[in-house]
T-cell receptor
């Protein structure tokens, strides 16, 4: 079945540091890939997405490129801020009998001032 | 444009009881999915509703059931509650079309089973 693997957290960085959160996936077909962010006590917010190989999703300084050859969708940001502290979830979606999302376990990011 | 809303925000039940959670989908969306998120874990797919019918189901027992109404809002019902049902329940809405749909999530209902 489909699955998503993320790097283990927590990740602790200083403000303005470079961020990478690794994500790899297993899928039977051609999924769309997503990053969602969850702030404390809240639901999930869509951060960015990519729907086909070599697409780059970007939003709020975050970027991720859909790499079919390595089945990866790593999240990057050049300079993190304290306000980026949250849990980040990588997910895939593949149309089959009922489209549903398969989420990774999440990576907690803490950014220190 | 109104986003996805869920009610109630918090709920406490005892083992064996039944619970109903509600979700209003985002304007223009016709598909609703439900997820269970245990503490410290990623969301797990429960089921999806499209045009008032179940359109996919994850690995959850039949005591988890749902409904979708003509206005595309939805309910999640859980019977015979167990302690392990304690979790954040997330509703997500989307518009089913030819391409992969993006799901937009509500804030969730936090259920505690004692």
């Amino acid at each position: 079945g489909n699955s998503v693997t993320q790097m283990e957290g927590p990740v602790t960085l200083s403000e303005e540091a470079f961020l990478t959160i690794n994500c790899t996936y297993t899928a039977t077909g051609y999924p769309s890939l997503f990053w969602y962010v969850q702030y404390p006590g809240e639901g999930l917010q869509l951060l960015l997405k990519a729907t086909k190989a070599d697409d780059k999703g970007s939003n709020k300084g975050f970027e991720a490129t859909y790499r079919k050859e390595t089945t990866s969708f790593h999240l990057e940001k050049g300079s993190v801020q304290v306000s980026d502290s949250a849990v980040y979830f990588c997910a895939l979606s593949e149309r089959n009998y009922g489209q549903n999302f398969v989420f990774g376990p999440g990576t907690r990011l803490s950014v220190l001032p | 444009e109104t986003g996805v809303t869920q009610s109630p925000t918090h709920l406490i039940k005892t083992r064996g009881q039944q619970v109903t959670l509600r979700c209003s989908s985002q304007s223009g969306h016709n598909t609703v999915s439900w997820y269970q998120q245990a503490l410290g874990q990623g969301p797990q797919f429960i089921f999806q509703y499209y045009r008032e019918e179940e359109n996919g189901r994850g690995n959850f027992p039949p005591r988890f059931s749902g409904l979708q109404f003509p206005n595309y809002s939805s309910e999640l019902n859980v019977n015979a509650l167990e302690l392990d049902d304690s979790a954040l329940y997330l509703c997500a809405s989307s518009f089913s079309g030819a391409n992969q749909e993006t799901q937009y999530f509500g804030p969730g209902t936090r259920l505690l089973v004692l």
